[in-house]
């Protein structure tokens, strides 16, 4: 009996899993280094002081001892829910959260380290990286989690517009009562 020849299967749609997430990645970092930029940038102008990648990349400019420190700390903050509104955007699933919350955190770390060629020595530093993180977490799960949780519309287009008798009286589809000799 002649050997069939093997089918070839198909790749699951798992099958590309690490470079989605390697993008996603990519893009949630892209995103966060962006939008600090410009907060940066922005408040930087508006109080007057020069504009220079220390303001991003240096560790040692969040201080404690002036206005410049305490104002980056902030704008770092507010970065921080601008980047909970990226992942609810870029893969809003909440169980996903921390792993990115962690990793760009992580892969700024690196940055930061790569720019000083030195470990970020200051207390306030990295109490702001542990407030990012747990302000990304929070929100960004009570976010993802509203989201995935949300009631999908059926018919109508409106929520809770199915099933009349359900809490909506004029709904798309309605119950019928069948006939006594049907039963």
Known sequence: M????????????????????????????TIYYISSSILILF??????CAFSLDLIFSWRSVRGDNTVGWTLGVVWLLCSGIMVIAQLLVHARSKMVLDFSLTLHFLHL?????????????????GLQVASVALMVGVGTW??????LR????GSGRVGGGIAGAGDSGGAYEMVRMKEEEV
């Open 2 to 29: 002649p050997k069939r020849p093997r089918r070839l299967r198909r790749p699951s749609p798992d099958a590309l899993q690490p470079l989605k997430t390697f993008l996603q990645i990519l893009l949630l970092q």
């Open 43 to 48: 408040t930087a102008l508006v109080a007057g």
């Open 110 to 126: 690196l940055v930061v380290t790569g720019y000083e060629w030195e470990l970020p020595k200051s207390v306030l530093w990295w």
């Open 143 to 148: 976010a993802c989690r509203w989201r995935e």
């Open 151 to 154: 009631p999908i519309p059926f």
